[in-house]
C-alpha cells in the first residue's frame, strides 16, 4: 500500500492505496456520468478523490476504501486520485482508521521534472487543507 503522502501525478499511475472517507460533495453529471468529489486521507496525508457513477451512491463518509491500481491525474484542472478505467475501489471497514488532513496532495502545484519528462515534481503549496471542503473542526 502507498502512503497518499507518496502520490505524484502521472498519466501511467499504479497507485495501491487505503484511507478514510471523509467528506462528499454533491453528485454532479458529467455527460451521462455520475461523478462526485470527495476528501479521503490517511495517517500522512488528504487528497481529493473522484467517484464515478455507481461509486457516487457506494461511499459514505467514515468508509475505509482499498484503491487498486488508481491513478492521480488532472480532470477538468484539478488534480484527484481516482480508480480510473483500469482501477477498483472497495469498502473495507469503518471508522477505525487514523488520519491527517493536511498535507493535502491535491493543493500542492507540481511542475515538470527538468530530469525526467514523465515525472513530476512538487513546485509550491497553493494550500495546505483542501479549499473545496474546508477543516474539520
Known amino acids: 500500500m502507498m502512503a497518499l503522502k507518496d502520490i ?17 460533495a454533491k453528485i454532479t453529471m458529467e455527460g ?10 490517511d495517517e500522512t496525508a488528504a487528497v481529493h478523490f473522484q467517484l464515478w457513477g455507481t461509486e457516487c451512491d457506494a461511499f459514505e463518509p467514515g468508509d475505509i ?21 483500469r482501477g477498483k475501489v472497495v469498502k473495507v471497514g469503518e471508522f477505525t482508521l487514523a488520519f491527517v488532513e493536511t498535507p493535502n496532495m491535491s493543493e500542492i502545484r507540481w511542475s515538470p521534472d527538468p530530469n ?8 509550491s ?5 483542501s479549499r473545496i471542503f474546508p ?3
Open 32 to 41: 451521462q456520468q455520475k461523478t462526485c468529489l470527495a476528501l479521503v486521507a
Open 116 to 123: 525526467n519528462s514523465k515525472k513530476f515534481i512538487q513546485e
Open 8 to 24: 505524484v501525478p502521472a498519466a501511467l499511475n499504479v497507485i495501491n492505496a487505503q484511507f478514510v472517507l471523509l467528506d462528499k
Open 125 to 129: 503549496v497553493i494550500s495546505p487543507y
Open 135 to 137: 477543516p474539520m473542526p
Open 65 to 85: 476504501i482499498r484503491l487498486t491500481n488508481g491513478i492521480f491525474s488532472y480532470n477538468r484542472n484539478n488534480l484527484v486520485l481516482r480508480a480510473g478505467k
